[in-house]
């Protein structure tokens, strides 16, 4: 049973929508990440949480926001959507300490048109 | 700011032959080196990781070979077989910044049969 699952898988959307893309772990992780995958960029954080309630700015985090509810939950939102945030977006888990591994989601194709 | 680089961007090589993958990073507070495969319309996942206090680290036909002096490292792929094709992601960890991991823009290799 997958650990790290996402919704929606694809999305379409409309430029100036919101756009909420939801995560959930049963890993019992204390660290969550989201990323998103363009060709040429390899993956790029924009945000990540270290527990319930913590949002931390990632590398590019303009134009989004996260949300923390829960242990097991993460949020991506985009407030106002825009056809440069067309992308792949993952979403991962990971327990922390020294080798920091990460388990990923199976991904959310967003398309903004 | 990318401070993991990866060449080539892309590779090809014959079953049976050794692949090798470049990765370059700037930080020198960097602690954790892992690498990542991606197969096609999958997530990314954790091949092998290296830390500094070692120079090489193997595990079956995939070995990392590390250079702290020059900042370098290289992911050999012995005996390449055709089910490795996929695209390679360096990644990096500071304990300066928690557990981020600042990934590469990946090395696409196609083993030819």
């Known amino acids: 049973e997958a650990a790290v699952t996402q919704s929606p898988r694809n999305k379409v959307a409309v430029t100036g929508g919101k756009v909420t893309l939801s995560c959930n772990q049963t890993?019992?992780?204390?660290?969550m990440y989201w990323y998103r995958q363009d060709t040429g960029h390899g993956l790029r954080l924009i945000h990540y949480?270290?527990?319930?309630?913590?949002?931390e700015k990632g590398d590019i985090p303009d134009g989004y926001k996260a949300s923390r509810p829960s242990q097991e939950n993460f949020s991506l939102i985009l407030e106002l959507a825009t056809p440069s945030q067309t992308s792949v977006y993952f979403c991962?888990?990971?327990?922390?300490?020294?080798?920091?591994?990460?388990?990923f989601g199976p991904g959310t194709r967003l398309t903004v048109l | 700011q990318q401070q993991v680089r990866q060449s080539p961007q892309s590779l090809t090589v014959w079953e049976g032959e050794t692949a090798i993958l470049n990765c370059s990073y700037e930080d020198s507070t960097f602690d954790y080196f892992p690498w990542y495969w991606q197969f096609p319309r999958e997530s990314p996942a954790l091949l092998i990781a290296?830390?500094?206090?070692?120079n090489k680290k193997e595990d079956g036909r995939f070995t990392i070979f590390f250079n702290k002096r020059e900042k370098k490292l290289s992911l050999h792929i012995t005996d390449s077989q055709p089910g490795d094709s996929a695209t390679y992601f360096c990644a990096a960890k500071t304990s300066n910044m928690g557990y981020k991991l600042t990934f590469g823009t990946g090395t696409s290799l196609l083993v030819d049969p």
């Open positions: 890993n019992n992780h204390n660290n």
């Open positions: 991962a888990s990971g327990v922390g300490g020294n080798y920091a591994e990460q388990f």
């Open positions: 949480s270290y527990g319930a309630g913590s949002t």
């Open positions: 290296i830390r500094p206090v070692s």
